[in-house]
């Protein structure tokens, strides 16, 4: 089976651009979280959604939104690009969004963003 | 709020040594702890997870972590490293309420000597 996969792999923007990243989940997850993580740093909370509806939103200004499509994946978009967005996003895909027993969150490799 | 520290930013250790990666952890109720292996270029890979019951846990590529209450610790550990093993280590913090969302450490890098 497919894992998380994530596209675009690489992308180069200048400040000031919008930017849409992508997420298809494995098959049957039907949440998908997505993380940024700055180099040096560990991954951090952007936005949780399950079922297409939001469940949790990290501390991100406004100009990150999210959705989940009826096939489970997702789009991160990211409008008037600065400097200090350029990172790996990762995408993070589970059956439920809850932790708990069972239940596993797999990453995707990321999409590596460049703003310059 | 939830938050992770990991005192360690880079460990090295010969190959056949054993390994302790430390991470303390804050949180107000009951957590849920999670240790994560990234390596170059990769997404994150879940080694081992605690929720609840016996406080030492099993994870894959023969880890395993302890959590301690009393210490606000979940230690990871592996009796012989393997070069392999070389990587950046990830302690996170999450809870059911916050169903999927996650608090990471800044990571711990692994380099393993021949």
């Known amino acids: 089976d497919a894992g998380v996969t994530q596209s675009p792999t690489h992308l180069i923007k200048t400040r000031g651009q919008q930017v849409t990243l992508r997420c298809s989940p494995i098959?049957?997850?039907?949440?998908v979280s997505w993380y940024q993580q700055v180099l040096g740093q560990g991954p951090q909370f952007i936005f949780q959604?399950?079922?297409?509806?939001?469940?949790g939103r990290g501390n991100f200004p406004d100009r990150f939104s999210a959705r989940q499509f009826p096939n489970y994946s997702s789009e991160l978009n990211v409008n008037a690009l600065l400097l200090g967005d350029s990172a790996l996003y990762l995408c993070?895909?589970?059956?439920?969004?809850?932790?708990?027993?069972?239940?596993?969150?797999?990453f995707g490799p990321g999409t590596r963003l460049t703003v310059l | 709020a939830q938050s992770v520290t990991q005192p360690d930013i880079h460990i090295t250790v010969s190959e056949g040594a054993s390994l302790e990666l430390r991470c303390n952890y804050s949180?107000?109720?009951?957590?849920?702890l999670f240790w994560y292996v990234q390596s170059p270029g990769q997404g994150l890979q879940l080694l081992l997870k605690?929720?609840?019951?016996?406080?030492l846990v099993q994870g894959i590529k023969g880890f395993e972590a302890e959590f301690k209450r009393s210490q606000s610790s979940f230690n990871l550990r592996k009796p012989s490293v393997h070069w392999s093993d070389a990587a950046e280590y990830f302690c996170?913090?999450?809870?059911?309420?916050?169903?999927?969302?996650?608090?990471f450490g800044d990571g711990t890098t692994l380099t393993v000597k021949p």
């Open positions: 959604y399950y079922e297409k509806e939001e469940r």
């Open positions: 949180y107000g109720a009951t957590p849920y």
């Open positions: 098959s049957g997850h039907k949440s």
């Open positions: 996170a913090v999450g809870a059911l309420s916050n169903a999927g969302k996650s608090t």
């Open positions: 993070a895909s589970s059956y439920s969004g809850v932790l708990a027993g069972k239940d596993t969150q797999y």
């Open positions: 605690y929720f609840s019951g016996d406080t």
